[in-house]
């Protein structure tokens, strides 16, 4: 590392070291470095970008800045000339004392489009500009080796929790990577897309990506950035530095694969229709349906070999999304991040201004007020336990008699759980016996063309939902869930489902991977919800690793008095009729919990004499002997199958005059 240090094709690394060390001495004084850049770009070409747009009115000059960004005003695809002297004028505010670079051999330039590392004032958060001072401290502080009183191993853990902190800000994206790189090129790698295909195609060096969108967690960060320093000690490795492996990887030409190659196309040219259809509506949001009522059969003529436009429209919106080109609002409505009505000359000065966002799809608030409102027969107290289990555990079973109202309350307490009605947000499964992995997880299946393809299972599904909308809460609801086998169906992600293990860095490999490095993990927000049926004696014993993963909840039969005065309100059915059939009912619950070859599990539910919402019910007596007859003595032959008698005996007591 000295030798390459000394490097003179390097000299520049001084100068951007200083400059970084200097910087950061201003983090509290940003109103007075803003204002100097502000200077600076009135007297300076190439500056032109630092226009903040707010929520509603005009765009105003930016009143607030990070490091990087300030880093990035020189390294911003310019002249080598006007590079010279922005960094010549921000030395000089700074008090810089190292002489500007004459060259700038390996250093990664910004896109000039997207040179912020923060989003404008009408999607940033309060606190994303500060986080990124904090990433820019901790960075040089572990580069550094200063603050002896703090290990190496606890610098490095609040490093990963800033970095990780830092990739979740929108606009962020790989360019982290290159903003560490300017501030210590010596300690941190640069892992511009070049850099990338360089150190995996040619140094053929794994590049994990268990973090945010597709890139490097911390932990993968700074693994591949121990990698990288061993492997530079070998005699014959290509590169020795970050510097050198920066300028090489720019100068080699590392061809790309024909999906590369597709992918780059495909995320330009549907970009350009999303560009075009905001300045014609003179708005950066737009929804999925517009962009198919526009351009649906102009992209189908122009990739007439492409049998499926439409999933590869909604895959490139989702790579786009990735990208930070696009934000998802909510379901099919987007907003395009980087819209500038000067793209067009079209534009007049009558031109109205920018459309609010589309309307969020409106969702009633729900809560437990709402669950007790619509007929649960449970007290408060149960149900706040039971959500706070939920809450906590990430993974709950409801497990109870027939007839208990397993079905319903889930549903009911997702939407607890998120505060409101989303039925969007929840997915719904049944297992049973013939279920595998490969219908719930991921398998080969026939495709749209009759080849088999991986098609992802209804969870993974889920979990990418999650994943890409991490401020909701999404629920994955399996009816039954002990019918199947639970253990061989989860596969690999029954280690992934507990609420301590749903980080990026404990990723695991799937069974079938559509990428070679392919992991995959549980997101925080995604929350399952089971219902099991105890008295089924053809189901299977849960797995007790997935028992350890579940907090579970006992439903019983509740003939009590918010049944009946449920019961009596909605459906006009007599108290007296309600107490009949509450005192017959629990007595047969009596005779069934004790029957040695039965027991509590078999008993039966409220449900069975619990009216459907819109049930007309005429004669209430007649109502009830008609359950008697057609669902709970069918039932009761299941049970006691081998004695009829009792059946007999049970039915009279049922229907007794």
């Known amino acids: 590392m000295d030798a390459a240090e000394h490097d003179t094709r390097f000299a520049w690394a001084a100068f951007y070291q200083a400059f970084a060390s200097k910087l950061l001495t201003w983090q509290d004084r940003?109103?007075?470095?803003?204002?100097g850049i502000h200077r600076i770009a009135a007297d300076v070409g190439g500056m032109s970008h630092l226009q903040d747009k707010p929520a509603e009115g005009e765009p105003h000059p930016l009143k607030d800045i990070c490091p990087f960004t300030t880093m990035g005003l020189f390294n911003r695809n310019l002249t080598v000339g006007n590079r010279q002297i922005i960094a010549a004028r921000l030395a000089d505010l700074l008090g810089v004392d190292e002489p500007v670079p004459d060259s700038f051999d390996g250093i990664p330039v910004l896109n000039n489009q997207k040179s912020w590392f923060f989003a404008y004032e009408r999607t940033r958060t309060t606190d994303d500009i500060d986080i990124l001072w904090a990433m820019f401290s901790l960075a040089i502080r572990l580069a550094d080796n200063t603050d002896e009183a703090q290990n190496a191993d606890d610098k490095s853990k609040a490093f990963s929790i800033v970095y990780d902190a830092t990739s979740n800000i929108h606009n962020v994206?790989?360019?982290?990577?290159?903003?560490?790189?300017?501030?210590r090129p010596w300690f941190y790698p640069t892992l511009d897309s070049q850099s990338q295909k360089y150190i995996q195609k040619v140094l053929n060096i794994q590049i994990l990506k268990n973090g945010?969108?597709?890139?490097?967690?911390?932990?993968?960060?700074?693994?591949?950035?121990?990698?990288?320093?061993?492997?530079?000690t070998q005699p014959n490795f290509p590169v020795h530095s970050f510097p050198e492996l920066s300028l090489t990887a720019w100068n080699t030409d590392v061809t790309q694969s024909k999906d590369e190659v597709e992918n780059r196309t495909w995320k330009v040219y549907l970009l350009n229709k999303i560009k075009a259809l905001c300045l014609q509506k003179d708005s950066p949001y737009f929804t999925y349906q517009e962009l198919k009522e526009n351009y649906l059969d102009e992209i189908k003529a122009d990739h007439p070999n492409n049998n499926t436009v439409e999933n590869s429209i909604y895959y490139y919106l989702q790579i786009l999304r990735k990208d930070d080109e696009l934000k998802f609002l909510n379901a099919g409505n987007y907003e395009y991040l980087n819209f500038d009505k000067t793209e067009t000359q079209n534009i007049t000065e009558d031109t109205v201004?920018?459309?609010a966002p589309p309307s969020k799809i409106p969702h009633a608030p729900y809560d437990i007020s709402n669950l007790l409102e619509e007929g649960c027969f449970l007290d408060e107290d149960k149900l706040r336990v039971t959500l706070q289990h939920l809450t906590d555990k990430k993974n709950l079973i409801l497990q109870g008699p027939p007839g208990t109202g397993k079905t319903w309350l889930a549903r009911r307490l997702a939407y607890c759980l998120m505060g409101e009605q989303a039925p969007e947000r929840i997915s719904a499964v049944q297992f049973h016996p013939n279920l595998s992995y490969e219908d719930f997880i991921r398998g080969w299946r026939p495709g749209k063309e009759g080849r088999l393809e991986l098609i992802d299972g209804p969870f993974v599904n889920a979990i990418n939902k999650a994943l890409n909308n991490p401020a909701a809460k999404y629920v994955v609801i399996i009816e039954e869930i002990n019918r199947g086998n639970p253990a061989q169906i989860f596969g690999e992600t029954l280690t992934l489902m507990e609420a301590d293990k749903r980080t990026p860095t404990e990723a695991l490999e799937l069974s079938y991977r559509k990428e070679p490095d392919e992991k995959i993990y549980i997101p925080e927000n995604l929350y399952i919800i089971g219902t099991m049926n105890i008295a089924d004696r053809s189901l299977a014993l849960l797995d007790l690793a997935l028992r350890r993963r579940f907090a579970f909840i006992d439903l019983k039969p509740m003939f009590n008095d918010a049944w009946k005065k449920w019961v009596n309100q909605k459906f006009a059915v007599d108290?007296?009729?309600?107490?009949?059939?509450?005192s017959r009912l629990t007595a047969l619950n009596e005779k069934l919990a004790d029957d040695v070859a039965l027991g509590p599990q078999f008993c039966?539910?409220?449900s069975y004499v619990t009216p459907a919402t819109g049930q007309k019910i005429g004669e209430a007596l007649a109502w009830y002997e008609q359950v008697v007859e057609t669902e709970i003595c069918p039932l009761l032959a299941e049970y006691w199958f081998d004695a009829p008698s009792k059946v007999n005996d049970a039915r009279k007591v049922l229907l007794a005059q």
């Open 212 to 232: 945010v969108k597709g890139r490097c967690s911390a932990h993968d960060y700074l693994n591949i950035t121990r990698a990288l320093k061993q492997a530079f």
């Open 353 to 355: 201004e920018e459309s």
């Open 173 to 183: 994206g790989w360019n982290l990577t290159m903003g560490l790189y300017w501030a």
């Open 575 to 582: 108290l007296d009729v309600l107490n009949l059939i509450e």
């Open 30 to 35: 940003r109103e007075e470095l803003v204002a």
């Open 604 to 606: 039966i539910g409220h």
